[in-house]
């Protein structure tokens, strides 16, 4: 996955593409046609956020589209049918992810995407420190560690990124993302 604004789209197979500060657009390809505009796989809004004593927080929110196969038995698919290609549900035209981030209802359930938001850490008064639990995944301090739930869910962690050492990062995930989205999700802390 290239980073657009700086790799000119290359031979990558997919792009993260700043679409305007602080919004993030995972596009790719569903096939080698380079005539056809790319798909997307996710919609990413990074901010910050600062309550009370606590430093400044870097925060994010996704949007991806629902990936019902993703739920499936991998061994056997639903009902002993055939798992379909991963290509062919979790992506969206052009446009439909960024529609959906501004237009989305929050008091209403969603059928076609998921929104997941940040677990925000705990501030510890004795250590002055933002703590919270990677469960041995990340080991070591970084302003990009993060974990993203579904909207409304505290206790069921979608992707789960964390420093373990120099240069080392462990990347955890789960339905509804796709390998692909994930590893974008990922890449978009660049500059945190």
């Not at 602080?22 to 569903?30: C, H, K, Q, W």
């Not at 940040?118 to 469960?135: A, G, Q, S, V």
């Not at 579904?150 to 993302?177: C, E, N, Q, W």
């Amino acid at each position: 996955i290239g980073l657009s604004e700086r790799d000119g789209g290359g031979s990558h197979i997919g792009a993260l593409r700043q679409v305007q500060p602080g919004m993030f657009v995972l596009e790719g390809r569903r096939n080698a046609n380079m005539n056809e505009p790319p798909w997307e796989y996710a919609c990413i809004a990074h901010g910050t956020h600062q309550t009370g004593e606590m430093p400044v927080m870097n925060m994010m929110e996704v949007a991806v589209p629902n990936c019902p196969y993703l739920e499936a038995e991998f061994a056997h698919g639903r009902n002993g049918n055939p798992l379909p290609s991963p290509s062919a549900v979790v992506a969206w035209p052009p446009g439909e992810l960024e529609r959906w981030l501004r237009e989305h209802d929050d008091t209403k359930p969603q059928r076609d995407a998921s929104l997941l938001t940040m677990r925000l850490p705990h501030w510890n008064p004795e250590t002055k420190l933002l703590t919270l639990n990677f469960y041995e995944r990340a080991t070591a301090p970084s302003s990009k560690n993060f974990q993203l739930t579904p909207f409304g869910s505290t206790d069921k962690t979608v992707i789960l990124y964390g420093k373990r050492s120099d240069d080392v990062f462990s990347l955890d995930f789960m339905a509804p993302l796709s390998p692909f989205a994930a590893f974008g999700i990922a890449l978009s802390v660049h500059e945190w």
